[in-house]
């Protein structure tokens, strides 16, 4: 079983330049394929950009048109009244003197 790993693992220098240039008739067809697949991808990714664009922009102008919400506690301008601090006094002792 070595020998024929052996035999396997050593090719000669012929060998080697014909599964080089099978190795790269491979990637020439491949390329063709990849070219067509990245023009795909690119449309792809434009489509998408383009349809998030359109929904940025309707939710800005809808965001525009909509009506303020009311406030929801005091109203705008107004000034939250302050309690009025009760006004204590000291007893007075009485002079025993």
Do not use: F, H
């Not at 023009?39 to 792809?44: D, V």
């Not at 383009?50 to 000034?79: H, K, N």
């Amino acid at each position: 079983m070595s020998e024929q790993q052996e035999e396997k693992q050593t090719k000669t220098p012929e060998e080697m330049t014909q599964m080089r240039k099978n190795l790269e008739n491979y990637y020439k067809e491949q390329n063709a394929v990849l070219t067509a697949q990245k023009e795909y991808e690119c449309l792809l990714a434009d489509i998408e950009d383009a349809r998030q664009r359109r929904v940025l922009s309707t939710m800005r102008i809808a965001q525009m048109l909509a009506p303020e919400p009311p406030a929801e506690d005091e109203p705008e301008g107004e000034m939250p009244e302050e309690p009025t601090p009760i006004k204590r006094t000291l007893k007075k002792e009485p002079n025993n003197g």
